[in-house]
T-cell receptor, first 114, second 114 residues
Framework: AQSVAQPEDQVKVAEGNPLTVKCTYSVSGNPYLFWYVQYPNRGLQFLLKYITGDNLVKGSYGFEAEFNKSQTSFHLKKPSALVSDSALYFCAVPYSGGYQKVTFGTGTKLQVIP | KAGVTQTPRYLIKTRGQQVTLSCSPISGHRSVSWYQQTPGQGLQFLFEYFSETQRNKGNFPGRFSGRQFSNSRSEMNVSTLELGDSALYLC?????????????FGPGTRLTVL
């Protein structure tokens, strides 16, 4: 079964510092991997996805993610954190059958401290 | 284009009652998925509909059901409500529902069961 793991429940970073939110995956074959963000009392918003090709994927709001096949990781990064980046971040992987049955990680709460 | 809309935004019900939640996808999107989000279980996939057919189903009891109409609008129903059904119910749409498509989420319906 396809799965993702987010090892950190919470990440704290000072404003202006680089941030990393970790995700590891377990999938058969070539994975599709996603990152979503959820602000308080809101639904999820798509940030970026890895389908194939370049291992460094650029997404919305200055975020990027690096796909690492040898380490089975897909960590989310941003060079300089903003207070407004404080939110809940989810890594996700779809069902291996290719349809929209998506498994989400447990989520990582990012807190950017002014 | 208008985003995914969900109605109602908030619901309070008592145990044993039933509830119907509604979701209108982005225009042109044919796949609609439903998720349950709770602090303890995180984000869990309920089911996915495509062209009025349920294509995937998560591990939820039969009390949870759904349907999709010809205009792609979807409803989910929960019968015989239990306290544990209190959650944020999120609807998401995508163009074709294929695994590489990102999903667009609505704001959710917050269900409280007393």
């Amino acid at each position: 079964a396809q799965s993702v793991a987010q090892p950190e429940d919470q990440v704290k970073v000072a404003e202006g510092n680089p941030l990393t939110v970790k995700c590891t995956y377990s999938v058969s074959g070539n994975p599709y991997l996603f990152w979503y963000v959820q602000y308080p009392n809101r639904g999820l918003q798509f940030l970026l996805k890895y389908i194939t090709g370049d291992n460094l994927v650029k997404g919305s709001y200055g975020f990027e993610a690096e796909f690492n096949k040898s380490q089975t990781s897909f960590h989310l990064k941003k060079p300089s954190a903003l207070v407004s980046d404080s939110a809940l971040y989810f890594c996700a992987v779809p069902y291996s059958g290719g349809y929209q049955k998506v498994t989400f990680g447990t989520g990582t709460k990012l807190q950017v401290i002014p | 284009k208008a985003g995914v809309t969900q109605t109602p935004r908030y619901l309070i019900k008592t145990r044993g009652q039933q509830v119907t939640l509604s979701c209108s996808p982005i225009s042109g999107h044919r796949s609609v998925s439903w998720y349950q989000q709770t602090p303890g279980q995180g984000l869990q996939f309920l089911f996915e509909y495509f062209s009025e057919t349920q294509r995937n189903k998560g591990n939820f009891p039969g009390r949870f059901s759904g349907r999709q109409f010809s205009n792609s609008r979807s409803e989910m129903n929960v019968s015989t409500l239990e306290l544990g059904d209190s959650a944020l119910y999120l609807c998401a749409s995508s163009e074709t529902g294929q695994g590489h498509n990102e999903q667009f989420f609505g704001p959710g319906t917050r269900l409280t069961v007393l």
